[in-house]
């Protein structure tokens, strides 16, 4: 049915659908909602795609997203932050979920994915010798692996806590609580969130 389209609309709506989660149909739909709104919106938006990489670089620290004008994440440099507290997320969006909760006054690790063999990546791609480092060179108190409650997220987890064990590291490790979110009735939870929450139960 390509064909029955002007070129430019195609190309559109092939490159739109290279982005993760949007189908054939979607795709469909934001090329042709750009095509009917004010050019103005499709010029912004290629405006700004076209300043993303020269306008984000990463934290040499934290590995966080920052502003190429800035030498250190703030939420690493600032005062207000413990040193001493570090959460391990597997991206720099999960350091913005984290902030949300307006709860956590640590500061932050990257570590740029979670191990998956299927998907080719190991150990070495991530920033797991970084955070051994910083745990020495900050004196850090306590790492919270905030990875995901996924296979993925778990083996990472294990491999973060043995290379703490072989460095010989005594800072306490942690992980965030898994359990039922609110509004879910147990018949709807998956094995992997049950299990989760029964090893997280805490007494009342």
Known sequence: MTELLPKALVAAIEDLGRLPGVGARTAERYAYFLLRADPKVSRDIASVLGMLHDGVKVCPKTFALIDPDQNMSPLYSSE????????????????????????????????????????????????????????????????????????????????????????????????????????????????????LALEGRRML
């Open 80 to 195: 207000d932050r413990n040193k001493q507290l570090v959460a391990v997320v597997e991206e720099p969006l999960d350091v913005v979920a984290l902030e949300r909760t307006g709860q956590y006054k640590g500061t932050y690790h990257v570590l740029g994915g979670a191990i998956s063999p299927i998907d080719g990546v190991g150990p070495e791609q991530l920033h797991i010798p970084e955070l051994i480092k910083r745990i020495r060179e900050d004196d850090v108190e306590e790492v919270i692996i905030a990875t995901n409650a996924s296979v993925e997220g778990e083996s990472t987890a294990l491999f973060i806590q043995r290379q703490m064990r072989d460095a010989h590291l005594e800072t306490k490790v942690s992980r965030l609580a898994r359990g039922i979110p609110v509004g879910v009735d147990l018949e709807y939870a998956d094995q992997i969130t049950l299990g």
